[in-house]
């Protein structure tokens, strides 16, 4: 399994499509710091992906109460939770 960490709300076009082509089944995406809005923004588009890709979406409590917004998907991470998928995770993923 390799993690991939979104950190941004938009990437360049063809950026946002090279690390949605890369994921594969089994794969974890953690959206984190702006990228915690895609869930919230992109929630129907994170959602498709998530079902075709058969991945897992992630994102931080801590984001979520940053921004006063509760994702209507996605499994919430304590930042202990994040340290141990980090480490759980053959390859990290930084985009």
Do not use: C
Not at 29 to 57: N, R
């Amino acid at each position: 399994m390799r993690l991939h960490q979104i950190n941004q709300l938009d990437y360049p076009a063809s950026l946002e499509t090279t690390w949605q082509n890369s994921l594969q089944a089994g794969d974890q995406v953690l959206l984190i710091e702006d990228g915690f809005l895609k869930s919230i923004q992109y929630a129907e588009k994170m959602q498709t992906l998530t079902k075709e890709k058969e991945i897992t979406l992630y994102y931080l409590q801590s984001d979520a109460a940053a921004y006063g917004l509760s994702p209507t998907f996605g499994i919430a991470l304590t930042d202990e939770e994040w340290v141990e998928l980090t480490f759980a995770a053959e390859a990290n993923i930084s985009w």
